[in-house]
């Protein structure tokens, strides 16, 4: 067959749909949701750069930090950029659950800093230590002011690990200890782990603590993982996996959460509530939960998948940018309007990503909708502009189920639905989405990093 001939080939799951070739298809699904405004922007002259001398501090270098400076770059004319973070790998985060579930080796959620943030940025290789929001600074590690003019806050998330008592992140893949959160390193031990459980079977306590998280449907994913790697290896018969949540429910919008207990209940997982992990003793295999009302209870396991509590980082949390009082305080979040992303009471600060202090958003997909609108209201500030740009809250969970299949869900602030691909079903699982997250969201991650989507 020929290759026009297999592009002219219908797509799996396009019955009733219009005619379209399939690298035009991909080419779609690759861009999701951004497809629409890039067409959109592209149909319209360019906006004129803005001439400015201001000097932006970006804290932090994951996916918000260098997308923001990309865009900067492009709307300011002079602007003077400083990246602040001591971290020279970059990690590609939505591929850990694929290489700890052994989808993917772990070269391909790794890359170099260096390669990726824009030309002409200074890069002060330091750790953020504390910020002086009054005196308009940022303190590294060393001690070092770096003065700024206006503030982007990317710093992320801290795992903090320390709230479970005996919890070891350096043995990790030992003694069925598997955590997905750290690191590529991490990742590919928590498959090691893995691999070991599913050869024999056994009891697998599956963690969700009560804290925002990053990308909250992880933990689900890794659930679903588990259990389909027993299936495959024929020791499902003899194993039992358990779901345990510090929380009500096992995800935030009803819709999402509904169907994932209907969907364990059909597989054999159990779930329980209101059970917080707070202590493990990694040698005797034995987790303690402890509920609301403080009352304990200790389970053996063979495998466990631990799950950190999430707050800011103590540059963050002990700062004055933090929300001083609400739900966001007790985590030390960054006090953002949810809309405009601008600090409530700095006017010369935005955050994006992880550490906002908002209702939803610590995923990649909501870097890909807020950082447009953090450079935009960014750069009409320094323009003497009132912000014009308002986030939704957009979030993007492509929620694996097995292997070759998984939802595709997409919600806003309010937990709305919000599905952007008119032929996808958000809450039917399908080998199309299962291909986005394996095959296309990491080159649409790669573009929003450079600004480009």
């Known amino acids: 067959m020929t290759q026009a001939q297999d592009e002219a080939k219908s797509v799996p799951g396009s019955a009733g749909l219009p005619s379209l070739k399939r690298r035009h298809w991909f080419g779609l699904a690759a861009a999701g949701p951004a497809a629409g405004s890039a067409l959109l922007s592209a149909a319209g002259p360019a906006a004129a750069r803005t001439k400015t001398q201001a000097h932006v501090v ?9 997308a923001v400076a990309h865009r900067l770059q492009a709307l300011l004319d002079g602007v003077k950029i400083t990246i602040v973070d001591a971290k020279e790998e970059h990690n590609y985060q939505p591929g850990y659950t694929l290489v700890a579930s052994g989808v993917w080796p772990v070269a391909k959620v790794r890359e170099r800093n260096a390669q990726l943030q824009p030309e002409g940025v200074q890069w002060v290789k330091e ?9 308009r600074a940022v303190i590294t590690a060393s ?12 710093t992320g998330v801290h795992l903090d690990y320390a709230q479970i008592e005996g919890m070891d992140v350096q043995a990790i893949g030992r003694e069925g200890l598997a955590s997905v959160y750290p690191g590529p390193q991490a990742a590919t031990a928590t498959w ?53 949540s510090a929380l009500g429910n096992v995800f935030g919008v009803k819709a999402v959460n509904d169907n994932v207990l209907a969907r364990w209940q059909d597989l054999g997982i159990a779930v329980e509530t ?18 609301p009302e403080g009352e304990k209870s200790e389970r053996p396991y063979d495998f466990v998948h631990v799950v950190p509590p999430m707050r800011a ?3 963050v949390k002990a700062s004055a940018l933090a929300w001083q009082q609400g739900p966001f305080a007790a985590g030390g979040w960054l006090e953002v309007d949810k809309g405009t992303l601008q600090h409530r009471r700095y006017a010369n600060v935005f955050g994006v990503g992880d550490i906002n202090g908002t209702p939803r958003g610590k995923t990649a997909a909501t870097v890909k909708k807020s950082a447009p609108v953090v450079a935009g209201n960014l750069a009409a ?13 957009y979030t993007s969970c492509p929620m694996i189920t097995r292997e070759g299949s998984a939802l595709l869900i997409e919600f806003d602030y309010e937990g709305r639905l919000t599905p952007s691909l008119p032929f996808i079903e958000p809450l039917q699982d399908s080998w199309f989405a299962w291909l986005m997250k394996v095959r296309m969201l990491k080159p649409a991650y790669m573009a929003v990093l450079k600004g480009r989507v």
């Open 274 to 291: 209101t059970q917080k992990l707070t202590a493990i003793d990694i040698g005797r295999r034995l987790a303690t939960f402890t509920s």
């Open 143 to 154: 001690g070092r002011r770096i003065g700024y003019d206006f503030l982007v806050v990317a």
């Open 127 to 135: 750790m953020v230590a504390g910020f002086d929001p009054e005196g």
């Open 381 to 393: 500030v320094i323009a003497g502009q009132a912000p014009p740009l308002d986030f939704d809250g």
């Open 192 to 244: 090691e782990a893995m691999q070991a459980f599913v050869a024999k079977g056994g009891q697998a306590l599956m963690t969700l603590p009560a804290t925002p998280l990053k990308c909250a449907g992880a933990p689900l994913k890794m659930t679903f993982m588990l259990r389909d790697r027993l299936a495959q290896a024929g020791t499902l018969e003899r194993s039992r996996v358990q779901f345990m």
């Open 313 to 315: 980082p103590d540059a």
């Open 58 to 66: 970006i804290a932090g270098s994951g996916l918000g930090g260098i």
